[in-house]
């Protein structure tokens, strides 16, 4: 099992055998709430085990006295069966409104539970993607939601999308609520709030990993975000960026800082991998190669819990994606 948070390391990038791109570029009105669309969606496989553990991110413990990376053991194999949401049915769901940041916001109650969707001022269905942001440990999507700004972040984005943020696992013995991504979109749909039809962009931190290596052949997830969270799942994320069904057409983001070693090492096994040193103050500074690798390797100056509290990350890595912009 992998300890909490490696040492930062030097040089990440020196030793990282991928390509570096070295040139620059630039750096919200809800719509109405409609009558919820079918999900047609194929669901993805489940391990049978728990997942490994993942470390604390609000206190960090000391590194391995040897050596310098995260350690982590194998998760199981996705190919094994496990149990579908139990909150799986056609009822109606029940949700409260109110408004956060100029936005729209739903909280809505399931058996796996809350479900926080969010859309911006300015949101516009036709033309919309959908970010789901996947929380770590130690928290769950109402202490994410409230205590990370989640809504002020996806704000600061830019984004037109609508942010969808679910129950997941806060600790190493507590199983994945929503394995199927396909039953998390009905869930939305079950509270009467339509989903948009255009990209679908998933982000997670830390922990966050043992829920997103499940979606990795959703055939409608078109960009996955790993935050400081590639402690195991190596061969989905794998299937998601070279050897799955739909893997040309997908984009990768992994960002390291406690995980900063392996991550770059994953990053290592692809010749169209580009690999940068900290995030710029701006989007106007990722190089054109940078924006449109299929695999971006990022090590972050900034350490595990600042990457989600900083405000600096989570909405800069929103615009490096196909959503489109307010």
Not at 35 to 40: F, M
Not at 89 to 112: F, S, Y
Not at 126 to 148: E, P, S
Not at 205 to 210: Q, V
Request: glycine share 6%.
């Amino acid at each position: 099992m992998k300890a909490p948070f490696a040492l930062a390391f030097l040089s990440v990038i020196t030793s990282l055998g991928v390509a570096r791109a070295e040139d620059p570029l630039p750096a919200e009105e809800p719509s109405a709430n409609e009558p919820a669309a079918s999900d047609e969606d194929a669901a993805a496989p489940a391990p049978a085990q728990p997942a490994p553990a993942q470390p604390a991110p609000a206190q960090p413990a000391p590194a391995p006295a040897t050596g310098n990376r995260a350690r982590i053991s194998a998760p199981a194999s996705r190919s094994q069966a496990r149990p579908r949401a139990t909150d799986d049915g056609d009822g109606r769901l029940d949700k409260k409104e109110d408004t956060v940041q100029g936005g729209r916001h739903w909280r809505i109650a399931t058996a796996q539970g809350a479900v926080h969707v969010w859309i911006p001022p300015g949101y516009d269905r036709d033309t919309a993607g959908t970010v789901i942001y996947v929380h770590g440990y130690y928290t769950d999507a109402d202490g994410a939601w409230r205590d990370h700004e989640l809504a002020k972040q996806f704000k600061a984005s830019r984004q037109n999308a609508m942010f969808v943020v679910p129950d997941a696992p806060a600790a190493n013995e507590q199983r994945v609520q929503w394995p199927a991504l396909t039953d998390l979109r009905r869930a939305v749909t079950r509270a009467n709030i339509r989903l948009p039809e255009g990209p679908i962009v998933v982000m997670g931190h830390s922990g966050a990993f043992r829920t997103v290596m499940q979606w990795v052949d959703h055939r409608l997830v078109d960009q996955i975000i790993l935050l400081d969270a590639l402690y195991a799942g190596e061969t989905a994320f794998d299937e998601f960026i070279r050897s799955g069904k739909h893997a040309d057409e997908h984009k990768l983001i992994v960002v390291g800082a406690g995980t900063a070693q392996d991550s770059a090492e994953f990053a290592r096994k692809y010749k169209f991998a580009v690999a940068r040193e900290g995030f710029p103050a701006s989007l106007g500074a990722f190089t054109k190669a940078e924006r449109r690798t299929k695999l971006l390797y990022i090590r972050s100056q900034y350490e595990h819990m600042s990457i989600v509290t900083s405000q600096k990350v989570i909405p800069l890595l929103l615009r490096v994606t196909r959503l489109k912009a307010l």
